[in-house]
């Protein structure tokens, strides 16, 4: 079973109002996570810093890599 990828004038309006939602939703989170990040000591993230830094900073996530560091990159104190 093959299927064929819709362009964006066929998609209907409400796969439109979502595909710009999530998108907007991804790019907040994105935006407060690494300026979290970029605020933060090295000691005060798990795992490396540089490392959370490309992969909040690269890719479409759909929101996922900025809530995983978010929830889990941050140490608590």
């Not at 362009?7 to 407060?32: C, F, Y």
């Amino acid at each position: 079973m093959s299927k064929t990828k819709k362009s964006w004038s066929e998609l209907s309006t409400p796969a439109k109002a979502a595909i710009i939602g999530v998108a907007a939703i991804d790019g907040g989170l994105r935006v407060w996570a690494l300026r979290d990040l970029s605020s933060r000591a090295p000691e005060e993230i798990n795992g490396p810093k540089a490392a959370w830094r490309v992969g909040l900073a690269l890719g479409t996530t759909a929101g996922i890599a900025p809530t995983a560091y978010l929830v889990w990159g941050r140490k608590r104190t």
